[in-house]
């Protein structure tokens, strides 16, 4: 099969480096198509050099499903699938910087993300990526039976307490991530999703797991769920199963939240973060 673009697996567990796309051009449909089988294939893929406007960023992300509005961060004005993710030299708490996967409080959370990166620290802000496949497919056969059927409840609460509650200084939303007015409303009811998940179109089975956003496992007392909980984000995140990406400022990562999970490194203080992410909407997971 010809190939339509340069592609290097990285030396990680997951996640490949795409070259020779121009994000920002008119894509032929064959290139996405073969971009969307090599993304299910290695679960993140990650491209260099693409000075994308917020417009252009939704645009690529489209094409492979529709956006979805994030509840709790005021928009790009004139892009309202479109949200800054930034981190001021000053502050010091950060987004996304407990291991999860993205909007998993929703009965259908988000297949997808996107993340470019406008302006980047020096050094470090890394994004770290575990892949929740191979870390199922290590499991023993009396822990993926003792897995199976169990579901994990996750509560936006978790998430709502972060955007309003300032009163410590230490809110996961830079003062540059003005709250969304509705973010009050988000949903009431938590979300119950199965801890092993079947992929939807792969049907890889994955460990499907979102710690930042975790109450406690259904039918089950918080007490009662942490210790499997803490031994599952320990499982899961050793270093065997993950990749960790250096952003320069161009690049963009696009993960798989179905079977991926991430977690933002916060080690370049005094120095400035800024990105755009565009989220893809799923499916209940199954
Ligand atoms: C996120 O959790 O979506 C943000 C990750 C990052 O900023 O690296």
Redesign the pocket.
Known sequence: MRELFELNPLPGALGAEVRGVDLGADIADDVIDRLRQRWLEHRVLFFRGQELNPGQLAEFGRRFGPLEHYPFVEPLPDHPEVIP?IKEPDERAN??GGW?T?LVYRPEPSAA?M?HAVEVPARG?D?LFADGVLAFEALSDRMRALLDGLRVVYHVAHVRRHVHDRSDGESTYSRSMPARAASAEGPASPAHHPVVRTHPETGHRSLYFSREHTERFESMTIAESRPLLDWLEAHVTQPVFTTRFHWESGSLAFWDNRCVS???LNDYAGER?H?H?ITIAGDAPF
């Open positions: 993710v987004f996304g999860h993205d993300t993340l802000g994004t991430h977690c933002a973060r990105m992410r």
